[in-house]
């Protein structure tokens, strides 16, 4: 099968073009870009691109498709609140692998349809992950028609030994409800892993494995040495979660007396293929380690925001030689999937952070991120993020008629600015058409929407019995949050640096 563009503008984002548009057609024969340039000849199929954008897709590099239930359930909570009712310490409900599908297409299809052609599904499950669930999830990706990377999320280590001073100010009485409940064996998860590995690395052509061991205050350092060398052995990333919050930052110091970076960097775990979700918190020794390392970080910036968790130093990363991605982050803290509305955020965020105006993101820099930076931390930077010759077919077109390009001055602006996805005609994954004017072609979304909606009273009428049961928590870990946001941790800015430079 073949498509063709043709009489487009084409903004390649590949490294080293620059960011204005050049007039193309684009040919597209079987999974990947064959041509762009002048195409004699016609295709199966073609599109006319006069008067339209054609640009790699979004990568949404950080995404918890499981808070899909939980989408605009919950306001002004810090993280390790929040996490009560989302991810509770008690009486959790294994899900029915048909709701786990459910609430995947949810995420996969508002994913695909604002603009999104790859996404990094970091899945947890309570209490543990099963692999009829991690089936569910992978295929509503391949019905729909994303590429994706999905873990396996896990949690090793008694939940209240992960949040400092939790011994010191949580009743003896509810500590031993959750420790009555243990921890995951990290043995069984790695199993499960492999097992992950051998039955879906690949899938489809455009889907994939990954390990994420959920934090370095959450899980053993055995079992982030394991997960490393599984993800090594597959050429798979390595996803985890640091520094996203303050008490995180305390954390560190608590646990191993030193920052959680410098003890990722101590266990051999800094490494390429490391992607670190939020790196909000981080000192300037940690930001010089992870740009030695040449790591990842995502950028969640909405989520951040909802959270109260603050703003990473991006720019300084970029800097260091960090590779940046961006992230809505879980369906709860961000409550959409949309990475136009993540990218405009991106864009905006830093220039309140700090008046050195060379620390703000440029539009272009916002784009790459969400394109080659989010291929990378995925482990395809050599197979998409951006449109080249012989990368796989990954692209959305877009209508420049719209309010949003009209009038047209500069398009990466208009993008980052101006667009919320509603311009977007085609998306394209892996060569193949999966959307186009607003509709996924491969399931029937009205279906499957009306199908979670009828599922969600049933599961909300158990999931407010374990809101009450987590809710006896609330107001300690809420007491840890005040504490942790009293102490100094060596980062000298509120989420950001106010040093003007020299
Ligand atoms: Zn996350």
Redo the contacts with the bound molecule.
């Keep these: 099968m073949s498509i063709l563009i043709r009489g487009a503008e084409v903004l390649t984002l590949a490294p080293g073009a620059g960011a204005r548009p050049v007039t193309a057609d684009v040919l597209i024969e079987g999974d990947r870009i064959t041509r762009i340039g002048a195409v004699e000849g016609e295709a199966d199929t073609v599109i006319d691109g006069r008067g339209k954008l054609v640009m790699p897709g979004l990568m949404n590099s950080?995404?918890?498709s499981p808070e899909a239930l939980y989408k605009g359930r919950y306001d002004n909570m810090p993280l390790e609140v929040w996490m009560l009712y989302a991810y509770p310490i008690l009486g959790a409900q294994t899900l029915d692998p048909r709701l786990v599908y459910l609430r995947t297409a949810l995420c996969a299809i508002e994913s695909l349809k604002t603009g999104s052609t790859c996404v990094t599904d970091?899945v947890y499950e309570s209490p543990n992950q099963t692999p009829e669930q991690l089936d569910a999830v992978f295929q509503a990706y391949e019905d729909v028609g994303l590429r994706a990377t999905i873990s396996g999320h896990v949690v090793d280590r008694p939940f209240l030994d992960t949040i400092p001073y939790a011994r010191e100010m949580v009743p003896a009485a509810l500590q031993a409800e959750a420790d009555a409940l243990g921890a995951a064996d990290g043995a069984a998860w790695l199993a499960h892993c492999r097992d992950a590995f051998a039955r879906h690395h690949g899938r489809a052509g455009r889907l994939n494995f990954m390990v994420a061991p959920s934090a370095p205050q959450r899980c053993t350092p055995a079992l982030m040495e394991e997960a490393m060398a599984l993800a090594e052995a597959h050429d798979a990333p390595f996803h985890t979660?640091i520094l996203?919050t303050k008490v995180q930052a305390v954390t560190g110091r608590a646990f191993y007396g030193e920052t959680l970076i410098a003890y990722m960097k101590r266990l051999g775990l800094l490494r390429p293929r490391t992607t670190i979700?939020?790196s909000i918190w981080v000192t300037d020794e940690d930001i010089a380690l992870m740009g030695e390392a040449g790591c990842c970080i995502?950028h969640?910036v909405i989520?951040n925001q909802k959270l109260g968790a603050g703003v990473a130093p991006v720019k300084r990363m970029l800097r260091a030689g960090v590779n940046v991605a961006l992230?809505s982050?879980?369906v709860s803290?961000s409550d959409t999937t949309r990475m136009f509305a993540v990218m405009h955020a991106a864009g905006l965020i830093h220039n309140v952070q700090t008046p050195d105006d060379d620390l703000w993101l440029t539009a272009e820099e916002v784009l790459r991120c969400a394109t080659l930076g989010g291929a990378r931390s995925a482990c395809l930077g050599a197979e998409t993020g951006s449109l080249e010759v012989g990368k796989k077919a990954d692209m959305i077109v877009l209508d420049l008629a719209t309010v949003a390009f009209t009038p047209l001055n500069d398009v990466a602006n208009h993008l980052v600015y101006c667009e919320t996805g509603a311009s977007i005609t085609h998306a394209i994954v892996n060569g193949e058409i999966m959307a186009e004017g607003g509709r996924c072609l491969r399931v029937d979304e009205a279906a499957l929407l009306a199908e979670l909606r009828e599922a969600m009273p049933a599961f909300l009428a158990a999931h407010e019995k374990t809101e009450a049961l987590n809710r006896r928590f609330d107001a300690h870990f809420r007491a840890i949050h005040r504490r942790c946001n009293g102490e100094d941790v060596g980062v000298t800015r509120l989420g950001n640096e106010p040093a003007w430079r020299t």
């Design positions: 950080h995404m918890h970091d979660h996203e979700a939020h995502v969640n989520s992230g982050d879980g803290t």
